[in-house]
């Protein structure tokens, strides 16, 4: 416990166990070490004369600010009103602005403002009197040495499920792994959840979804978003992420929110799920091969996946602003692969899934968390610190080819496997194990059918108009003559969706500031 404490107000951001006056109350008896580990996800601000402790949950996936110069300190979740408040004008992060157009996600602890940082992951920020003292724990580094169980980490997942159920849950069904884990947890200890999904009626999500539904007599609703949703949302969506979720994953705020989930139930998502998958290379035995030369693999890993993909074409570079361009010339992209390979820690397979748990999970997933949150009361059962630790123990072989989530199904709900897996090998039903060979197209042969519409939706002379007169906003990072030169080619045919929605982004973030007058 701080002697001397002035601290009398404590605010809890995402969801514990406790109440705001029980966690207080804990502070005040028990000391800070008391609430810098317990159930949930969240960030706790607790605040007096001049004083001020901000502690974030081990997984971080709640996003929280903070400015400190001069003996001045400014926090909050949303960027523009620390900017307000301490009155400082906005500038680019060119680094972060580069991270943000090549992953969609920031990395590290970065803003789109060089001034302001993350509070990082299991953190104790104390701020007394113009004195800032930091005390961060990496999550991953303080996980113990376990026998590996596959069976302790569903008994874990079953039991965030119960304690966060509710009396009328609502679940987030696809036709993936994440969310079928947990409706197996579910149904096997008797919660019968309200299924939503994304979608068209065409959709193979949509269709797996109403397979499920009818044969457990769950109620279940199609949420289907069209462009006019984008328009009407797109200002609070730009607010509440902070410019850092890029148009193309807006529909995150839009389905829970057309959903109506009523105040007092849960909505369940499969955040974090794929840390128990080897989300970014998931290739069988081509995986555990990069082990034996984790560095030479890391740098081609990196390289290959930042050069895949561009946002903005070679022979475009010299019509953005210098900086923003230096970012995304070879010399740049060198410089941010080897950034990334250093967060894998020197492993491959596990380095990949620190960087999934510590970059990607507190930057790019964390931002969906904000979206949910703004209607709904969001959990996800994967943020137990014990399924964590389970899940980190176990060997890759249990994490390729999604190998724990369909035992953690067989375990739970097997009836379940009778319902197709998103590019399966066997037709209308999901394997108990990944067949060898699983990621190559040949045992890919369940055709999926996606929900995004995105690329049509770029072509619709309503969206193009928006972009093409909003142009001049964007002339600090890009000329405008290219952005009318990519809308062009993308309604042409060519499928430029991922630079129009980077585009589209920073226009809303751009119109943001101006309405509050940055």
């Not at 748990?357 to 931002?367: H, L």
């Not at 176990?394 to 390729?400: E, F, G, I, T």
Request: glycine letters at 6%; hydrophobic letters at 35%.
């Amino acid at each position: 416990m701080l002697s001397n404490t002035t601290i009398n107000s404590l605010r809890q951001i995402g969801y514990t166990k406790y109440s705001d006056q029980q966690l207080l109350d804990l502070f005040l008896t028990q000391g800070i070490q008391s609430l810098r580990d317990i159930s949930g996800e969240y960030v706790l601000i607790l605040e007096g004369a001049n004083e001020c402790v901000i502690i974030t949950s081990p997984v971080g996936a709640m996003q929280y600010y903070c400015y400190y110069n001069n003996n001045c300190f400014y926090h909050g979740n949303l960027i523009i009103n620390i900017l307000n408040q301490a009155t400082i004008p906005w500038k680019w992060n060119w680094s972060a602005l580069g991270d943000l157009c090549q992953l969609e996600n920031l990395t590290n602890n970065q803003t789109l403002h060089p001034s302001i940082s993350r509070v990082p992951p299991g953190t104790c920020l104390y701020y007394k009197n113009g004195q800032i003292n930091i005390d961060t724990s990496c999550y991953i580094d303080t996980i113990p040495l376990l026998r590996p169980d596959p069976n302790a980490a569903v008994k874990a997942m079953n039991q965030e499920v119960a304690t966060w159920s509710g009396n009328n849950p609502y679940l987030s069904l696809s036709g993936g792994f994440d969310s079928r884990v947990i409706l197996g947890s579910m149904l096997q200890q008797g919660i019968q959840p309200h299924l939503i999904t994304i979608g068209n009626d065409q959709c193979s999500d949509v269709m797996t979804a109403k397979a499920i539904a009818s044969e457990y007599n769950l109620t279940h609703d199609l949420i289907r978003i069209n462009i006019n949703d984008f328009f009407e949302h797109a200002t609070r969506i730009s607010y509440l992420t902070n410019g850092t979720k890029t148009a193309w994953h807006w529909n995150t705020y839009l389905y829970p929110l057309k959903a109506n989930i009523p105040t007092d139930s849960s909505f369940f998502v499969g955040t974090l799920g794929e840390f128990a998958r080897s989300y970014y290379f998931d290739k069988g035995k081509l995986g555990q091969l990069g082990d034996l030369n984790p560095k030479l693999a890391l740098n081609k890993f990196w390289t290959m996946k930042l050069n895949r993909h561009p946002t903005f074409y070679p022979d475009e570079l010299s019509s953005l602003n210098s900086q923003f361009a230096n970012q995304l010339y070879p010399q740049g992209i060198n410089s941010r692969a080897n950034k990334l390979a250093s967060y894998c820690k020197q492993e491959f397979l596990p380095g990949l899934a620190r960087y999934y748990f510590e970059q990607r999970v507190p930057n790019f997933y964390a931002n969906g968390i904000s979206m949910y949150m703004d209607s709904s009361q969001w959990r996800s059962p994967f943020h137990s610190r014990r399924w964590i630790d389970h899940i980190w123990n176990l060997p890759a072989s249990w994490k390729l080819g999604s190998n724990w989530h369909r035992y953690a199904i067989t375990k739970n709900m097997p009836k379940l496997l009778n319902f197709p897996e998103e590019n399966g090998l066997a037709p209308g039903r999901m394997l108990k194990k990944a067949p060898p060979f699983y990621w190559t197209s040949l045992m890919r042969r369940t055709p999926y059918i996606t929900y995004d519409l995105s690329s049509e939706w770029y072509r619709n002379p309503s969206l193009q108009d928006f972009i093409y007169s909003n142009r001049q906003t964007l002339d600090d990072l890009i000329d405008p003559d290219l952005v009318a030169t990519i809308l062009l080619n993308h309604k042409s045919g060519e499928d430029r969706t991922r630079t129009l929605a980077f585009l589209l982004t920073m226009i809303y973030w751009k119109q943001n500031l101006k309405r509050h007058n940055l």
